[in-house]
């Protein structure tokens, strides 16, 4: 009749490795908070910082760049600049994942997929 609960203690262990792992990725998440990375374009006459949770920290633009006719090729580095500063983040953020997931293995191929790579 109580055959079922034989298998209570693996479900003890089983939720301690779950807040083991939650507090670990909520440490990770701090960690990519704090990271940085870069982007640019127009041969650097555009640069846009992200951190590791690809937020976009600051952008800053050439000021010979800031012309009336030339508002379209700015939007275009601008765009291009935060593309490639966001294309950095999310590789951090891959890597630090599947480093969480470092023992167990098969996880830090899922948890690097739901990281967007």
Known sequence: MFDGLKNLGNLGSMI??????????QGIKEELREQRTHGSAG?????????????????QID??????????????LVVAAMNQAYSKAKDLHTDALQSAAGGMPGLGEVLGKLGGS
């Open 43 to 59: 041969a650097g006459m555009v640069t846009v910082e992200v951190n590791g949770l690809c937020e976009v920290l600051s952008c």
């Open 16 to 25: 301690k490795q779950a807040q083991e792992l939650g507090a670990k990725l």
């Open 63 to 76: 000021p010979s760049l800031i012309k009336p006719d030339d508002r379209e090729m700015l939007e275009d």
